[in-house]
């Protein structure tokens, strides 16, 4: 650990993650013949991902299909099931909605169908970072009574400690990754949402579904399972391939991609990086020298307001937390803050 300069080295006797894979044998050269962006594919979106794609991979373009992402998917051996403990809860209340362009939208993928289930659960809208609105279903009452998936999502921190020897990094974001993921048929109508103009069962797992995250890392991880760690990683829909040469790296990201289109999940270009000598991961920068915090991050915690009370102490410090492993003593730094105090009513 460097203190001085807020950087954590890597672990020297890490093993390198150098090796090539024989999993791809396709011909670079040939590559950009072999498969196309789905025809429907707005021009403007097809020049973007030309754009971000390196011509390395324009045979995988298909992967960063916004059209084929938003196609319903096929029944397959990965699906979410729903187990319920207890009874299966009552309609929800329904929210006064101003839009109904989110049903009808999904409705026209084919994400939800209308049901008659005796359940249902209500919606609402939150806006995203980008000013859009996001379909939100409250599906706090149905896990409560869900059999709980104990599958393990790993750690950031531990996810981080694999790059030592990686000179080139990669960072591959699954588009709307949930709901490439199908609901076990029969459990549909466990999750079908009350809305104003009608009731509708998902047939694509949501985020809020108390077991999704398990859910999906459990098949990222199945279906990468050949390379985790070797140069790849990942934390449900954010994956990162690293390398230690840029031969290897193209025969390892033709890999990575080859799996997301065996497997029918897609990127969002606008979140990929390729062919990176440093990528924010996971709230940290990774680089050839080691782990660093993200300067966004850092300004947050440097102008956050002086808390007033113990619930703003307690937020500031669950916050702050994240980076402890570069404030050397950190916990003594921080125990007199967490003593009651004058200052705090």
């Known amino acids: 650990m460097d203190w001085k300069n807020g950087l954590i080295t890597y672990d020297s006797s890490h093993k390198d993650s150098s090796g090539s894979t024989s999993s791809t044998s396709n011909d670079f050269a040939t590559a950009v013949n072999s498969v196309a962006l789905d025809e429907e594919e707005e021009p403007e979106e097809v020049e973007t991902v030309l754009k971000v794609v390196p011509p390395a991979y324009h045979q995988y373009l298909d992967v960063l299909s916004k059209v084929k992402a938003e196609k319903l998917p096929q029944q397959h051996c990965c699906y979410h099931h729903i187990k319920l403990e207890g009874l299966l809860p009552p309609v929800g209340v329904i929210y006064s909605l101003s839009n109904q362009e989110s049903e009808t939208e999904n409705v026209e993928k084919g994400f939800i169908s209308p049901s008659s289930s005796s359940t249902g659960v209500p919606v609402f809208f939150v806006k995203k970072k980008d000013l859009g609105l996001c379909l939100c279903v409250d599906y706090r009452k149905l896990n409560s009574v869900t059999r709980k998936n104990r599958y393990p999502v790993p750690p950031m921190t531990k996810l981080l400690t694999v790059f030592n020897g990686s000179i080139i990094f990669s ?102 990086v390729f062919h990176a000598s440093s990528v924010e991961y996971l709230g940290y920068v990774v680089s050839s020298d080691g782990l660093k915090m993200d300067s966004s991050k850092v300004q947050k915690i440097l102008h956050w307001p002086q808390p007033k009370n113990i619930k703003a102490l307690q937020s500031f410090l669950g916050f702050a937390i994240f980076y402890h492993c570069f404030i050397k003593n950190y916990s003594k730094k921080i125990t007199s803050q967490k003593r009651p105090s004058f200052y705090l009513q």
Do not use: W
């Open 171 to 272: 960072k591959i974001d699954l588009r709307a990754a949930y709901n490439l993921l199908r609901i076990k048929e029969g459990d549909e109508h466990l999750i079908a949402l009350s809305a104003k103009y009608g009731s509708y069962e998902y047939l694509v797992m949501l985020f809020g579904l108390t077991n999704s995250p398990a859910s999906f890392q459990n098949i990222v991880n199945g279906i990468s399972a050949e390379f985790l760690d070797i140069f790849v990683v990942v934390h449900l829909d954010d994956i990162m391939v690293f390398s230690s040469s840029e031969e290897g790296h193209v025969k390892h990201v033709a890999s990575v991609l080859q799996i997301l289109r065996d497997n029918n999940l897609f990127a969002k270009d606008s979140k990929c």
